[in-house]
């Protein structure tokens, strides 16, 4: 079986494949003050509760956004799997041209989720990952990565106007019943999620004007179920797009 580490700034995902089946999913607090062992209970208490025998992983592969936590993952996979994980990186075969003016910047999940989303819905595409950012990821029709967006992220917006005002409560990120709020929660919902409706539809029709083509939108991370279905440009919710990226790019770099 394959596992995949998908490092972000907020969460840990983690994708276990036999063949192309994801058949278990995990999703854990990323801490850079972790060592690998520590991870390694995390990962070995997770096994067990779902069964999961970890003498049957045969290869691992590591996204990350995150540079310190980068050699943790890859220290666990020798010490848990004596496997030597394979990382997204520089000279990684993606099999996706990268039309950027600088490819070292360019995150490793925004690789992988470009690479899953063209694989599964061909080009153009648009993919909207609702991360600790929201990226939008453009692919053209030949499968080439032409670039996109960065956003704040859903929760991160949410906790910001918490923290940086006096009065306002931490709020839950939801739809509200009505756009006029009647309390200051309501209030703040009714601007904080409208709002954010508006910014991912008005980015995602700037960037379908400059392909001039209608292009495919898939919404992807942590709050794709729940914000992808409000948005009527996109067509397909894929919450664990980047664990197919990275099990695609695998295949690849065999």
Known sequence: MLLTFDIGNTTVAIGLFREKDLVRHWRISSDREKTSDEYGVVLRNLFSFDGVDA???GGVIISSVVPP?????????QTLFRSRALT??????????ILVDTPLELGADRIAVAVAAYEKFGGPCIVL?????TTFDTVSARGEYLGGAIAPGVQISAEALYLKTAKLPRIEVKRPAKAIGKTTVGNMQS??????????????????KELGEEARVVATGGFAEQIGPEIPAVSAVEPHLVLE???????RNR
């Open 55 to 57: 003498a049957e992983v």
């Open 129 to 133: 990952d609702f991360g600790t950012a």
């Open 191 to 208: 601007g904080f999620y409208f709002g954010y409706l508006g910014l991912v539809e008005r980015v995602v029709a700037e960037i379908r």
């Open 69 to 77: 936590l980068t050699p943790v993952f890859q220290e666990l996979s």
């Open 88 to 97: 997204v990186g520089p000279g990684l075969r993606t099999g996706m041209p």
């Open 245 to 251: 990226g990275l099990r695609i790019l695998y295949e």
